[in-house]
């Protein structure tokens, strides 16, 4: 099933998808929001990319194993922080 991670404030809106992904690539959809950059994190907290500045391309997380990850997103209200699945 598709699961989409959405943040949500009165004043924006920001959505993650598809979660799980089989293929490794994610859609960010937004709205009243300035995506500035993103990083990722492995659950033990290990960096494996880091302040990737944002393009409106998926992100391409093919190359990672199949498993749970950390997305954290820099915009301009503050830092977002979500799991991702790939698999």
């Known amino acids: 099933s598709d699961v989409s991670t959405s943040i949500i404030d009165d004043n924006y809106e920001l959505n993650l998808h598809p979660n799980p992904s089989n293929t490794g ?32 391309k998926p992100i391409d997380l093919s190359f990672l194993d199949n498993g749970m990850y950390i997305i954290q997103i820099s915009t301009s209200k503050g830092q977002i922080i979500k799991r991702i699945i790939k698999g």
């Open 25 to 56: 690539f994610y859609k960010l959809q937004y709205h009243n929001i300035q995506i500035l950059n993103y990083s990722i994190f492995d659950l033990s907290g290990k960096d494996i990319q880091s302040n990737i500045e944002w393009s409106e």
